[in-house]
């Protein structure tokens, strides 16, 4: 999406304007976030001004060879045809059978939807359950867009802290929970996302464990005549550092019996980020424990009725997901790739006033810290734009991540989307930067 550079005039120009604020968290500048090098021209626009594309970055890892030679092969067998608008049925029967591997979860044909993408589907999930009388509750740190649906439907987000280590505090979300009831709010849904974008954390089974009960414990009153749903976004599941396998799990295997009927979960996933195929546009969500639930099979039928107004997602990357979202050989060379990122990060950026942190468990991100004490900057807006004006080098701001109470100006995130020898420029990059501009 691009930010529109003319004045906005009039009624529905003021409507798109007040629509596009929510959008970029009110800022008037938005990032691209390649990781590595800006591609020259791309950060000037209007003499110093950048305008750029909002939301994710133009690549990801990319897929393995066989993958796209597989992908090629069927793009000369495939009749590139419409599917079910809801899904494939071959690539939901492979579905299926991945939930039941991977989270002992048994589900039906019903119960799974695939749409353009993991994005998508939280977008429609947000649009048929939010408005300006919902609470939703999201980890302080969370991924910008899912924060502006919320925000342009005029729901109310409250955040739960994040303890030391990362984990979800689930106390805190209890407590926010309550204050918003105590506002006048019907809670709705809790967002869950392990391993976490931006801070690449896997969250301990006694944290989500913790969540599932803060749902339990609030459906269960008889007070609370609405009852609320988790968004488990698991789009990273497959990305985990070697020796963290053992870590991940999905929350939704960590349900009980006497979860049956009371906590549902609507768990997503998507070929983007496990498979690198960003430009695929696959994505499904799966209804888990949604049987009998108030609600539930509303929102089921409106993502229903909404999918089939897009007709269906891409057809050959649908039967391209069937023959390979089973697959696991692929996993090493991808974690392979973000190791030696990692390494290059570790070598380009450990320098004063950058604070590295630890390194990241899973995804392919870095979430990193910035010295407010070092530089000239007064926060990390101004320290990305600057960075990416004068360097060329493109990092995300990390406050329109952050939607807890107050501010945090002190971080950024990097994606490791480029290979090492790009980082080690952008190092050098950010080098001269620091240098010029230290207090």
């Known amino acids: ?33 390649i990781g590595g090098l800006i591609p020259q021209g791309a950060s000037r626009v209007n003499g110093r001004e950048i305008r750029m594309v909002w939301g994710n970055m133009v690549k990801d890892l990319g897929a393995p060879l066989w993958i796209r030679q597989l992908l090629s092969e069927l793009s000369l067998e495939h009749d590139h045809s419409y599917t079910t608008s809801t899904g494939h049925p071959p690539f939901i029967a492979k579905l299926i059978e991945k939930l039941r591997i991977e989270a002992k979860q048994n589900v039906t044909a019903e119960d799974v939807l695939v749409g353009y993408g993991a994005t998508q589907l939280m977008d429609l999930i947000t649009m048929f359950t939010v408005n300006e009388k919902r609470a939703v509750f999201f980890p302080e740190y969370s991924y910008p867009p899912f924060l502006s649906g919320v925000r342009a439907r005029n729901g109310k987000i409250y955040a739960y802290r994040v303890l030391p280590n990362g984990d979800p505090d689930t106390e805190h979300l209890k407590h926010q929970i309550e204050k918003a009831q105590e506002d006048g709010f019907r809670p709705t849904y809790v967002y869950v996302n392990s391993p976490q974008n931006p801070t690449g954390v896997i969250h301990s089974p006694e944290s989500l464990g913790g969540t599932i009960a803060v749902v339990r414990e609030f459906n269960l009153d008889p007070i609370n005549e609405n009852k609320m749903f988790i968004i488990s976004d698991d789009v990273y599941h497959g990305l985990v550092m070697s020796g963290k396998n053992e870590k991940v799990i999905h929350p939704s295997s960590l349900l009980t019996e006497e979860d049956n009927g009371v906590v549902p979960i609507l768990q997503l996933g998507s070929l983007s980020k496990e498979f690198g195929l960003c430009g695929a546009r696959v994505g499904w969500t799966y209804f888990i424990n949604c ?10 039928n409106g993502l229903i009725y909404a999918l089939g107004v897009d007709l269906c997602a891409p057809s050959l990357y649908q039967e391209l997901g069937a023959r390979i979202v089973l697959e696991t050989r692929h996993l090493p ?17 450990n320098r004063e006033g950058i604070i590295l942190g630890d390194r990241p468990e899973a995804t392919f991100y870095w979430w990193m810290g910035i010295d407010p004490n070092f530089g000239t900057w007064r926060n990390d807006k101004e320290f990305a734009r600057m960075l990416a004006m004068e360097q060329g080098v493109g990092f995300a701001p990390g406050g329109a991540f952050y939607c807890g109470e107050g501010t945090k100006k002190q971080f950024v995130r ?17 080098d001269r930067f620091m240098e010029e501009h230290k207090r």
């Open 333 to 349: 060379e991808m974690i392979a790739k973000i190791a030696a990122r990692q390494d290059a990060v570790q070598a380009a950026f």
């Open 1 to 33: 999406m691009h930010l529109i550079n003319a004045p906005l005039r009039g009624g529905f120009d003021k409507t798109v304007a007040r629509r596009l604020r929510h959008l970029t968290e009110g800022q008037v500048t938005t990032f691209m976030e």
């Open 291 to 300: 049987e009998g639930i108030d609600g539930m099979q509303h929102l089921k």
């Open 414 to 430: 990097i994606s490791l989307v480029e290979p090492p020898e790009i980082i080690a420029v952008a190092g050098e990059r950010l």
